[in-house]
């Protein structure tokens, strides 16, 4: 393995808070789909961006708290 290699720990922990930020973004963009296809506009995107950001903060603490949980042990 190479010195400079990142740890994959690290690695995994990265990609899983990217996730949540795709997580928030998803709801947006099918709210944005919806509006398009039935003129809901402009509920879609305001019940996605709810939804994503609800969704997206909770599935965070969720991440946070099992992270602290492993550091510790």
Same mark, same amino acid.
């Given at each position: 393995? /190479?010195?400079? /290699?990142?740890?994959? +720990? &690290? =690695?995994?922990?990265?990609? /899983?808070?990217?996730?949540?930020?795709?997580?928030?973004?998803? #709801?947006?963009? =099918?709210?944005?789909?919806? &509006?398009?296809?039935?003129? $809901?506009? #402009? $509920?879609?995107? *305001? *019940?996605? /961006?709810?939804?994503?950001?609800?969704?997206? =903060? $909770?599935?965070?603490? *969720? =991440?946070?708290? +099992?992270? &602290?949980?492993? &550091?510790?042990?």
């Amino acid at each position: 393995m /190479a010195e400079n /290699a990142p740890n994959p +720990r &690290d =690695l995994g922990r990265y990609f /899983a808070l990217a996730q949540v930020g795709l997580e928030m973004v998803a #709801p947006i963009v =099918l709210g944005l789909f919806l &509006d398009s296809r039935l003129g $809901w506009v #402009p $509920w879609g995107v *305001v *019940v996605g /961006a709810v939804l994503g950001l609800v969704g997206g =903060l $909770w599935h965070l603490v *969720v =991440l946070l708290n +099992r992270f &602290d949980k492993t &550091d510790r042990e």
